[in-house]
């Protein structure tokens, strides 16, 4: 005799399932006249083609429709499209913060939020008002309103006040979360819009549970604290001392409150209980939006001293960006939160969108979706170490912990916090150096990088800050020498320097995972990286610094197939060189130094690595940092994610033109003659010259040289010339790398000069600048895309004039860094006059206040003695007031401050 309420629900995040189950059960079984069918579905389900045919179907059939954070564009579609047809139908469509298009399937009596986006209406109005004030996102907005209802309701007609207070008091139910508050949630839909014909209410609904917005919990802890000292307080009192370890790190972590307040919070326990098992002391924050950074502020923070952090690390458990949900971020304000606090900042990962036997059994690891929102996004904020940390039951929806994870993100945080607390004097840097390409035998190599001059650099820089090096050779060479004994020997050979024997039964007791990769290599110690009794570690140790050499992949006749087998897995040598670090030397931190090596890229899940994928058990628990080259950030992701690195970007060498040599300058030269001569009776014979030449450089491969040019007209010897001058210009403007790069090291006149040029060279319509050639062909009365295409074709005019062009930029350039290169020929921005440094401070400014003795800039000046004198001076000087700007970037020591400070 019970009426029926039929509900569905989507929703992104799994806890609300179990909450909404649980209220649904608890209905079910209470005395009275109500009986609810629950059908429930993860956005992501909908995905499936059977489960979305099953989810219209329910839609078809339900009284009430409920949705929450329904952001991802093509799924929302797929909602509206389902729920669209039956919302007049419907007694109730309750759709919390989403997309506009799913918002504006609310519907509750009079209430609608059809017309939002277009409607005037005072809460539309309100939000819009708080959103962009505040700057936060659609929930906070939400909740804003919320504690303001009594005055947004006096706006609104009695007869709509009654439903538009139903929406936020279900509003209230839902952010409370708890199986109790959903359970009233659902109690009152039904009575006011299922049955309200009912002489009386089906069942009692008692009003939200409301709990705090933000603040701190603890799993022990008898309620939440809204204030800091009082956590404290709490804390310091606990009979179990744990709150209290002086010596400990404190890990700040950031958490979901609809996960406390669902009770779906087991995971959050367990990395609780295991930070402090391993001597940590904790401060768990929550909000109740999306805006993290607010607990941040205001529970990371000393009370009595605002700039100073508590916290040594901070670990976020949500998943998200610290500011703003999977609709709209704000990473410009996070970053400005977490450069603040200065302090390490990890991501974990709850799987959401699959199920831990999904996620074991795949060899991708992660769900695409979940890698784009929570891991790619949080990465804009600077996050690190994208490591799950508990999974989902299949049948509940409801988080459970992972404990090897707990495990590894606990360990990891407080070795990070460490770096921070532990004297400079007693760390341990473990710097490992590369073959590279891969099993080519080019030890201590790496991409656009000069390896050796740069860990000698930083070496020395390290001494000099105080860490602890011993018998530091004077050169790089000498450093080379120490580690590599032979520069020229294979890896593998006896001349590298032995730095430790382990022994087979030290090998297995301390890699847990050893016995995996006999499959593949047999017992240890196996013939890589081996004298036949002990696993050889090659490198050499300076006082608290090693210098290591990573062993190779081991397939040498087949590298690539370490990187794509399943049943492929590194040999014992390499995974003694990580077990030694760890375990017998003590490394505090690992420097990967260079783009790149081989662990990142070891067998197991693309992303979301498990306890058998290998580059989570190589690293073990040892931090990783990363020098990586700026112009690959795709490897460098994989680097980031599959081997927990912090990524520090080097320069690469700025790319020179190749120039012209031998036979090609000759026929330049011939090109010269020619414009002058053209047209009296050499004019002929040097176009016979420029074409036996260019046959003899081979560019008759790439231009059509005529066999008899005593028959070409004025005209058509243009046309040859010009052909031939325009590859001849292809292949002088080809770019090629200058060298290798020096960590730390300023750049040369050259190098700085090579690279502006090429900055100069691009127009930027959004900055409104005007790149330098089309500025000097402006100048001329042209567009540089006509100059372009003449040259292109082959017009002689054009060519040389997209010459003097290309002359006179890299002049006026140079003309620029001139005026901050030292006598050595390098650029130092430091020791400037003060004029220089003020200009540098003010890159609004136009340069040409900065007159010179004769009024002009050295930079318009160089451009009037090459002929370009009607360029337009405000255009220059902005775009100069630029490519200011971009030398100092050029000229910061990033790459050295980045590490060491």
Not at 267 to 282: D, I, S, T
Not at 570 to 591: C, E
């Amino acid at each position: 005799g019970r009426r029926l309420l039929k509900v569905v629900y989507v929703v992104l995040e799994p806890q609300y399932q179990s909450a909404l189950t649980c209220a649904a059960t608890s209905l079910n079984q209470e005395p009275g006249q109500l009986a609810v069918e629950l059908s429930g579905y993860l956005i992501e389900e909908l995905r499936d083609q059977e489960n979305y045919a099953v989810f219209c179907a329910d839609v078809a059939a339900a009284d009430v429709f409920i949705a929450s954070l329904i952001f991802i564009e093509d799924l929302a579609s797929k909602v509206v499209a389902a729920v669209e047809p039956h919302r007049q139908r419907l007694k109730a469509a309750v759709v919390f913060p989403s997309m506009p298009e799913v918002m504006r399937l609310n519907k509750l009596g009079s209430f609608s939020m059809a017309q939002l986006g277009q409607s005037k209406s005072a809460i539309a109005g309100f939000m819009k008002r708080r959103k962009e004030a505040g700057g936060t996102s659609f929930q906070d907005a939400m909740l804003k309103l919320l504690n303001t209802l009594p005055t947004v309701l006096k706006y609104l007609p009695v007869d709509k006040a009654q439903d538009a207070r139903a929406f936020m008091l279900s509003f209230q139910y839902w952010l409370g979360g708890s199986p109790d508050n959903l359970r009233n949630f659902l109690v009152m839909l039904a009575n006011r819009y299922v049955y309200p014909q009912a002489d009386q209410p089906l069942m009692q609904a008692a009003d939200p549970v409301l709990y705090p917005d933000q603040g701190i919990w603890h799993p022990l802890a008898p309620r939440m604290f809204e204030d800091l000292d009082d956590y404290m307080a709490w804390t310091m009192a606990r009979a179990d001392g744990s709150g209290h370890q002086e010596d400990g790190p404190c890990i700040g972590l950031v958490l979901q409150r609809s996960h406390l307040v669902t009770g779906d919070d087991a995971h959050y326990v367990a990395l609780v209980q295991e930070l402090e098992f391993r001597g940590a002391r904790v401060i768990p924050v929550f909000c109740g939006g999306l805006d993290f950074s607010k607990p941040v502020r205001n529970y990371f923070f000393s009370s009595t001293d605002p700039g100073q952090p508590l916290v040594d690390a901070v670990v976020s458990l949500t998943g998200f960006a610290l500011v703003g949900g999977p609709a709209r971020q704000d990473h410009p304000r996070a970053i400005e939160t977490l450069q603040a606090l200065n302090r390490p900042y990890m991501v974990a990962l709850p799987l959401v969108f699959q199920t831990t036997q999904e996620w074991e059994a795949s060899d991708l690891g992660l769900h695409p979706v979940q890698v784009a929102l929570q891991i790619a996004i949080p990465e804009l904020d600077g996050a690190i170490e994208p490591i799950v940390l508990s999974g989902r039951d299949a049948a509940t929806g409801k988080a459970h912990t992972l404990q090897d994870r707990v495990d590894a993100i606990a360990e990891r945080a407080i070795r990070w916090a460490n770096l921070r607390r532990k004297p400079r004097q007693a760390k341990k840097l473990a710097i490992t150096v590369f073959s590279f390409p891969p099993d080519k035998g080019n030890v201590g190599t790496a991409a656009y990088l000069n390896v050796f001059d740069s860990i000698h650099r930083v070496m020395v820089e390290l001494q000099a800050r105080g860490y602890h090096l011993e018998d530091l050779p004077s050169t790089p060479k000498a450093l080379m020498d120490a580690v590599l004994r032979d520069a020229e020997a294979m890896e593998g050979a006896p001349e590298l320097a032995v730095a430790y024997r382990m022994g087979c039964e030290e090998y297995y007791r301390l890699t847990p995972y050893a016995e995996r990769l006999e499959e593949n290599w047999g017992k240890a110690p196996g013939a890589l990286n081996s004298d036949g009794q002990n696993l050889l570690v090659y490198g050499r140790q300076f006082g608290h610094v090693f210098v290591g050499v990573q062993p190779t992949f081991g397939y040498e006749g087949d590298p690539m197939r370490l990187l794509y087998s399943r049943s492929a897995s590194p040999h014992h040598g390499f995974a003694a060189y990580y077990t030694y670090l760890q375990h017998i030397w003590g490394a505090d931190a690992v420097l990967h130094f260079g783009t790149h090596g081989s662990l990142e890229f070891m067998p197991g899940k693309q992303m979301g690595m498990s306890d058998t994928c290998y580059p989570d058990s190589l690293i073990g628990c040892i931090p990783n940092l990363y020098y990586y080259a700026a112009n690959n950030p795709s490897e460098a992701t994989i680097a980031k994610r599959r081997g927990y690195a912090a990524t520090i970007s080097y320069l690469t060498p700025p790319a020179e033109n190749a120039g012209l040599y031998k036979g090609l300058k000759e026929l330049s030269e011939l090109v010269g003659s020619y414009q002058q001569l053209r047209e009296g009776s050499r004019g002929v014979q040097i176009v016979h010259a420029i074409v036996e030449t260019a046959r003899r450089c081979n560019l008759d491969q790439d231009v059509a040289l005529p066999d008899d040019v005593d028959a070409l007209d004025l005209q058509a010897r243009d046309g040859v010339v010009g052909a031939v001058y325009r590859q001849l210009m292809e292949i002088e403007s080809r770019l090629l790398p200058c060298g290798l790069h020096t960590i730390g090291k300023p750049p040369t006149a050259e190098e700085a000069v090579a690279t502006l040029v090429n900055i100069a060279a691009l127009d930027r319509e959004g900055e409104g600048l005007l790149g330098l050639p089309s500025l000097l062909a402006a100048g001329l009365g042209r567009s540089i895309e006509d100059i372009y295409a003449g040259n292109n074709a082959g017009v002689l005019a054009d060519v040389e004039v997209a010459r003097r062009i290309n002359d006179a930029s890299r002049a006026a350039v140079g003309a620029m860094v001139a005026v901050v290169t030292r006598r050595d020929g390098r650029v130092d921005l430091t020791a400037q006059p003060s004029w220089w440094r003020r200009l540098l401070g003010r890159l609004g400014q136009l340069f040409n206040r900065l007159l010179s003795r004769r009024g002009l800039s050295p930079w318009l000046r160089t451009l009037i003695n090459r002929g370009f004198t009607t360029v337009d001076q405000e255009a220059l000087d902005k775009l100069f007031v630029y490519l200011q700007g971009s030398l100092r970037q050029i000229c910061a020591d990033q790459e050295l401050d980045s590490l060491l400070r």
